[in-house]
């Protein structure tokens, strides 16, 4: 008994001392540095060529956390094959999030959030631009730069009503009478998406 508690002693002691040394991002550096230890050892062994680069050599810098925090966030928003909003500076924009809506002003906090299908929101003083998104990710930057990037997008002011609710009778007809996983999760994924659509355009 005593030796299992002194095993998990160390144990615990070894776990703490390795989070104590390990940097956070927000300490790392805004600039890149070299890997001084591995330059080191390789002139020791090889001295006459050149080290070659590390991965840490091709990362880029990340962005410097501003003093103030800006009055306007800057959006970025691509599809695989087209690019909605390119450094759009707004005053507020609102994702569906996996969580929930997700609203996003400038200094926000770093996050990373997977989306969900569901509306987006980008508010430009009095306008407020709709999107449907399928899915994707939203990258939010301590420099308030947003970057969104969605699997399949349509401005909401396109979606024919009538069509979203065929379609949600279909798929949850298809629901009904699916036999294999496979048919089921389709349906299931069809059903989900058109009542997200349904639910933007009543609410």
């Not at 990037?149 to 298809?174: M, N, S, W, Y």
Request: charged share 20%.
């Amino acid at each position: 008994m005593f030796r299992q508690a002194s095993r998990l002693l160390a144990r615990t002691t070894t776990a703490t001392t390795w989070r104590r040394s390990r940097a956070f991002s927000t300490d790392l550096p805004a600039t890149p540095t070299e890997d001084s230890t591995f330059i080191e050892s390789w002139k020791k062994v090889i001295p006459n060529m050149d080290p070659p680069k590390t991965p840490s050599s091709f990362m880029t810098p990340r962005p410097a956390t501003p003093s103030s925090i800006p009055s306007k966030i800057t959006v970025n928003f691509v599809l695989p094959y087209a690019s909605e909003l390119s450094t759009k500076e707004v005053d507020m924009v609102i994702v569906p999030a996996t969580t929930g809506q997700m609203g996003v002003l400038p200094g926000h906090v770093p996050t990373i959030a997977e989306l969900k299908p569901g509306i987006l929101s980008v508010h430009e003083g009095n306008d407020v631009t709709k999107y449907f998104l399928s899915s994707g990710f939203a990258f939010i930057h301590a420099n308030s730069v947003a970057d969104i990037i969605a699997v399949e997008a349509v401005p909401l002011d396109c979606v024919d009503p009538a069509l979203v609710q065929k379609g949600l009778a279909e798929f949850t007809q298809r629901l009904g009478t699916a036999t294999s996983d496979l048919e089921k999760a389709e349906a299931q994924i069809g059903v989900d998406v058109h009542s997200a659509l349904n639910s933007a355009l009543t609410g």
